[in-house]
T-cell receptor, first 112, second 108 residues
């Protein structure tokens, strides 16, 4: 069965520090991978998606970047965090024909 | 891009009551999912339902693709049903677009 792993679960980082969040998928090959952010409140915003190794599409211009160095690995990065980067970050694998999208457990990032 | 609207935005119920959540979308879809976000933030996939009707215990969902809406029914609600419910759709773009969510509070 397919599983998606995301870490760390929580992170507190100072303004100006770098960021690296990792997401890995098991049990499938060549998945479409996604990074979403949920700010305070409820909406989920798509940040990046990737349909293959080295292929990254950005949805929203921002202080973040994404990379896909391996087929089942998706990384979200920043060189210098801003206060506005705080939020809940979710990685997703999708879309399975009969199941749709599956989300990781998320990383709650607080920039102080 | 495709637009997703959920209603009502918030709902407060007494335990044992029934509820209906509605999701309207602006274009044809390949995928529609209902999620429950638990207190820890995890998105739990309730239904993958681009069309038709499905049931899982006290929950059921119906999507009428030709009329561009979906309904999520919760019967005999329990306090553990509390949380935020999201409808999300995928058109032809291989991207899942979320509604703003509906916060459900079930009081004992």
């Amino acid at each position: 069965s397919q599983t998606i792993h995301q870490w760390p679960a929580t992170l507190v980082q100072p303004v100006g520090s770098p960021l690296s969040l990792e997401c890995t998928v098991e049990g499938t090959s060549n998945p479409n991978l996604y990074w979403y952010r949920q700010a305070a409140g409820r909406g989920l915003q798509l940040l990046f998606y990737s349909v293959g190794i080295g292929q990254i599409s950005s949805e929203v211009p921002q202080n973040l970047s994404a990379s896909r160095p391996q087929d089942r690995q998706f990384i979200l990065s920043s060189k210098k965090l801003l206060l506005s980067d705080s939020g809940f970050y979710l990685c997703a694998w999708g879309g399975h024909m009969n199941y749709g999208y599956t989300f990781g457990s998320g990383t709650r990032l607080t920039v102080v | 891009g495709i637009q997703v609207e959920q209603s009502p935005p918030d709902l407060i119920l007494q335990e044992g009551a029934n509820s209906t959540l509605r999701c309207n979308f602006s274009d044809s879809v390949n995928n529609l999912q209902w999620f429950h976000q638990n207190p820890w933030g995890q998105l739990i996939n309730l239904f993958y339902i681009p069309s038709g009707t499905k049931q899982n215990g006290r929950l059921s969902a119906t999507t009428v693709a030709t009329e561009r809406y979906s309904l999520l029914y919760i019967s005999s609600s329990q306090t553990t049903d509390s949380g935020v419910y999201f409808c999300a759709v995928e058109g032809g773009s291989e991207k899942l677009v979320f509604g703003k969510g509906m916060k459900l509070t079930v009081n004992p």
